[in-house]
């Protein structure tokens, strides 16, 4: 466990860049920060972008839902200028292309936002030959299970707000749950991490990581609390507060 914690960039350097994008990737390498959370989702032709919501509505200048569009579709889209005119002209990247960007300069913590895409997308990671620098992540327990299957390997890790039960037995319980999918490491919503949430996940070797802080007053009691890595769409905030 780090002594530590280490900075994700939660879709990219997302609070000044436009998320998802490879400005807001590489930004982030820029900045210093030690690895990048990603969504991926699925288009009308099969192809793995990268893509937070449903819909292209909030992040482009496009609109409707993407499993209706094709790649050509979603690449004529402006994803940056909804950020600010000083971003206009960028465009939704596929998956493939940031692993083969990115992946050699910055791990990647790839989110699975849409059911029944997991086995496509743990190929894609295989093909760029970027398993070593990647991890498959999910709410959905099923989505873990699929990826182990499909490539042990694979470093997993079970996202969750919080625990479904409060106390102890809820954080047990959510312990159990990543275990049972094997998962390395639960990524929780920072307000429900406690100390003995920290303590019995490192007693049972997973790593913990909180999400997601903008403020120092948010990100403090984490690395007061002992967490191993802090998401946040502002990661020259977190890595001020590390004195990094």
Known sequence: MSLSPLVCAHRGRSGIFPENTMPAYDAAIELGADFIELDVRRTADGEIIC????????TTDGSGELSSLTLAQVRALDAGSWKGAEHAGARIPLLREVL????????????????????????????????????IISFDEGDLRTAKAAEPAA???LITSKPKEEGPKGELALIASALSCGANFISCGHRAITPSLVRECHLIGLSLIAWTMDTPEDLR????????????????????????
């Open 221 to 244: 009691p984490m690395v007061d609390l002992g967490v191993d890595m802090l998401v946040s769409n502002f990661p020259e905030c977190a890595l001020e507060v590390l004195g990094r």
């Open 51 to 58: 893509l937070h919501d449903p819909t292209v509505d909030r």
């Open 100 to 135: 083969e960007q990115i992946a050699q300069r910055m791990v990647i913590h790839i989110e699975i936002k849409q059911r029944g895409i997991v086995e496509q997308v743990v190929g894609i990671v295989r093909e760029t030959g970027a398993l070593r620098r990647v991890a």
């Open 155 to 157: 470093a997993c890790g």
